[in-house]
């Protein structure tokens, strides 16, 4: 594989050292950003086809790129074929460092993994190569296949940088460590930060770009799984959630600079489009109360004919419609990523089908990322 031509800085222990690539973007440009595609490569395709992001001076991506859909390889081999291209940037994810894992893992904790993460690389290329099934007795010869065969991605998984920074920007995966100086963070700090989201301190000085956690998590998100620029922080998220949560999308971040900075969302799902077929304007306001990890159980307070008053572990209290209910033994528990709000549509207005529930309801999100629910005779 070529040498990079950027300059590589590593932390402050070689074992945990991150690499961080620098490059100049420019006293104007457009860059575009996306992460966590989780092997939507279909997805992929159809989001770089957008105006917004063919026409982007600049394009990173920020980690994830498998595991979870079924497109893990396509999205490798994608992105392997930019290589060498001065307007691209790929960062390694979390999910990239299962590719050495694959290799040098336990056998029996990633046969355990594979029961939860039924799509992945590995069995990707299992398939590939006609082997339908990945068991314990031809694990280690599989194994052996993978290194054999699939040794061009190995060695671009192992080598993919941690970090970008440029005169405005650092991008991580997903955030940073609680150092003074941002760059003695740990590979693990910057590719599995949990809760950086919520609580992440930003020490560059510059924006910081993230995927990583769905910004459905944040409560600054709302009702959307739209990048988040939260301000404070001069932190900007941008994990749609796509293969992970409930009514997700594939995120493309869309940073401009002319005289100043500017941010926009542009985004592409597997949810089907309707338009709207006639207006809806809600007589209920239940606010814009969700679901949002960790807070995930819920108790019924006051059941009602389409929402049902229900209080989080946290004491916040929310409506949820009754569709979006799952009970059990403990009481009510959903982990729809439902929310409670109403929208107002225009006859006309283009809509995605994000759920079809039962009663008078319909889950929707509309052309802005803007989710809620709307009256069934939106539908026609």
């Not at 590995?122 to 694990?139: D, I, K, L, P």
């Amino acid at each position: 594989m070529p040498a990079r031509a950027s300059v590589f800085r590593a932390g402050r222990d070689f074992a945990v050292m991150i690499k961080i690539i620098e490059k100049n973007f420019g006293r104007e440009y457009r860059a575009a950003v996306i992460s966590d595609i989780h092997g939507s490569f279909g997805l992929l395709k159809r989001l770089l086809n957008r105006e917004e992001v063919r026409g982007a001076d600049r394009l990173v991506f920020d980690g994830d790129y498998i595991s979870r859909g079924r497109e893990s390889l396509a999205c490798m081999r994608f992105l392997m074929s930019l290589e060498g291209r001065e307007n691209v940037t790929v960062l390694k994810g979390n999910l990239e460092r299962l590719v050495n894992w694959y290799l040098h893992g336990d056998s029996e904790a990633i046969l355990r993994h594979f029961t939860v993460h039924r799509r992945n690389l590995f069995r990707e290329c299992a398939e590939e190569q006609g082997f339908m099934q990945v068991t314990e007795s031809n694990f280690e010869k599989l194994r052996k296949v993978f290194r054999e065969k699939y040794a061009d991605i190995i060695e671009y998984a192992a080598y993919l940088p941690n970090a970008l920074e440029t005169e405005d920007f650092v991008f991580t995966h997903a955030g940073l460590g609680a150092v003074p100086n941002w760059r003695d963070s740990t590979e693990q700090d910057v590719m599995k930060n949990d809760p950086f989201i919520k609580t992440g301190v930003n020490t560059t000085g510059k924006w910081l770009v993230c995927g990583h956690m769905p910004t459905w998590n944040s409560p600054l998100s709302e009702n959307t799984n739209n990048c988040i620029v939260d301000k404070t922080r001069k932190c900007v998220f941008i994990d749609g959630g796509n293969q992970v949560k409930s009514f997700a999308q594939l995120n493309a971040l869309i940073a401009e600079k002319r005289e100043e900075m500017s941010f926009a969302t542009v985004f592409e799902s597997f949810y089907p489009v309707f338009y709207a077929a006639e207006d809806f304007v809600p007589e209920d306001d239940f606010g814009c109360e969700k679901d949002c990890w960790p807070q995930k159980a819920l108790s019924v307070v006051e059941k009602g004919e389409d929402f049902s008053l229900c209080e989080r572990e946290d004491g916040a209290r929310i409506y949820v419609n009754n569709a979006h209910l799952r009970f059990d033994a403990a009481g009510a528990s959903f982990a729809c990523n439902s929310v409670s709000s109403l929208l107002s549509v225009k006859k006309g207005e283009r809509l995605e089908l994000l759920d079809a529930a039962e009663g008078r309801f319909v889950f929707v999100r509309s052309g802005a990322g803007r989710i809620g629910w709307v009256g069934r005779e939106v539908l026609g």
